[in-house]
């Protein structure tokens, strides 16, 4: 499989696929009809039976489901084209994991002081909690026989399905309509000469954009599109990097090229962020930026002990429990950031004529 593959190869087929996916999402998801993916029923009383109340859920959890089981994917992939041990690497992942779900929703709370969900401030808790999971990781190896790994490669590897995340992660927010741009009527001279031509216009009165900014119908910077393509471009240069073995420069360009992004990209957002001026987010991607740089040197200046291999990657990531543990995470990720709650439904109940035979 190696012969037959190379990683210039593999970049040019992943931007051709993801500018396709990209195209088609940035004229598609800002319509009405991709706010709502399901509604499902809760229960009936006998005043209600033809008229059920349901819970909603939104494309932005479906899509944030499948942007989670691709970069766990993508994770387990890149250790296992380096021979890691995959089970370790996926207790490291799982830890982190642990931290950082839970932590969207407690971030967004504390910083904007509302329901909610932030992968900004999900990302700061994980990598203020990189080092202790690698910590308890070890220890849990050792007590467990289990093999070690090389840190700098696993590093590396969830730094690069992080960013492949994040930009898959920003069609949610497409869908949603939240993290939405400046109105060019609100922008500076600069940001009109640079954006004007770059503008999303968001359709439908569920998307946060109409209820909370009142700026739907209209024209707005395409900060999400922008930051798809950029988060996309820094994916393609970090997997380049990481396959030739460059580990501490694919961490650099994944974890703080992504950290540089937010600090601007903050500035072109019109959505409530907390507070005015420079922001909470701003300043943990800062951090998110600094860490970056720590992480690279301490643990990405050994070269790699084997060379990357697409075929031994292929058989860590098609192994039947990684496949099943990315899907449920999936399906799980649906549950806890899809159910909306800011919207309802009721549905009506029919029943059809039978025919007569």
């Known amino acids: 499989m190696n012969e037959l593959f190379t990683i210039e190869l593999g970049i040019v087929l992943l931007a051709f696929l993801g500018i396709s996916i990209f195209r088609w999402a940035f004229k598609t998801l800002t319509r009405e009809g991709w706010q709502i993916a399901l509604a499902v029923p809760l229960r009936t009383s006998s005043q209600m039976n033809r008229f059920w109340p349901a819970i909603n859920f939104t494309f932005y959890g479906v899509i944030s489901g499948l942007a989670y089981g691709i970069?766990?994917?993508?994770?387990?992939?890149?250790?296992?084209?380096y021979k890691q041990p995959v089970?370790?690497?996926?207790?490291?992942?799982?830890?982190?994991?642990?931290?950082?779900i839970p932590a969207s929703k407690?971030?967004?709370?504390?910083?904007?002081?509302?329901?909610?969900?932030?992968?900004?401030?999900?990302?700061?808790?994980?990598?203020?909690?990189a080092i202790p999971a690698l910590s308890i990781t070890k220890w849990l190896t050792e007590a467990l026989a289990w093999p070690a790994f090389d840190a700098g490669v696993v590093i590396a590897a969830a730094c690069i399905a992080y960013v492949l995340g994040e930009a898959i992660g920003r069609l949610a927010c497409l869908s949603f309509g939240c993290c939405y741009g400046r109105p060019l009527s609100q922008c500076t001279?600069?940001?009109?000469?640079?954006?004007?031509?770059?503008?999303?216009?968001?359709?439908?009165?569920?998307?946060?954009?109409?209820y909370a900014g009142g700026l739907n119908d209209q024209p707005v910077i395409a900060v999400q599109s922008i930051a798809c393509a950029v988060l996309f471009v820094l994916f393609l240069?970090?997997?380049?990097?990481?396959?030739?073995?460059?580990?501490?420069?694919?961490?650099?360009?994944?974890?703080?090229?992504?950290?540089?992004?937010?600090?601007?990209?903050?500035?072109?957002?019109?959505?409530?962020?907390?507070?005015?001026?420079?922001?909470?987010?701003?300043?943990?991607?800062?951090?998110?930026?600094?860490?970056?740089?720590?992480?690279?040197?301490?643990?990405?200046?050994?070269?790699?002990?084997?060379?990357?291999?697409?075929?031994?990657g292929w058989r860590a990531v098609t192994q039947s429990e990684v496949i099943v543990a990315s899907q449920?995470?999936?399906?799980?990720?649906?549950?806890?950031?899809?159910?909306?709650?800011?919207?309802?439904?009721?549905l009506e109940m029919l029943l059809h004529e039978p025919q007569k035979r």
């Open 71 to 81: 970069a766990v994917a993508l994770f387990i992939f890149l250790v296992g084209a």
């Open 87 to 100: 089970a370790s690497a996926a207790l490291f992942a799982t830890l982190l994991l642990a931290v950082g």
């Open 106 to 129: 407690w971030v967004a709370r504390w910083v904007e002081g509302i329901p909610g969900h932030t992968i900004g401030g999900a990302l700061f808790a994980v990598l203020v909690s």
């Open 189 to 210: 001279s600069l940001q009109k000469a640079l954006y004007s031509r770059f503008t999303d216009t968001y359709r439908g009165r569920f998307k946060k954009i109409a």
């Open 237 to 312: 240069l970090a997997l380049w990097m990481f396959w030739k073995g460059h580990i501490a420069a694919s961490i650099v360009t994944a974890l703080g090229g992504s950290q540089l992004w937010r600090v601007y990209s903050e500035q072109l957002r019109a959505d409530f962020r907390g507070r005015d001026g420079f922001t909470h987010y701003q300043a943990m991607a800062i951090v998110g930026a600094l860490l970056s740089t720590a992480f690279a040197w301490f643990y990405g200046q050994a070269a790699p002990s084997a060379f990357a291999s697409a075929y031994a």
């Open 328 to 346: 449920l995470l999936a399906v799980l990720i649906v549950l806890f950031m899809g159910r909306s709650s800011v919207t309802s439904s009721r």
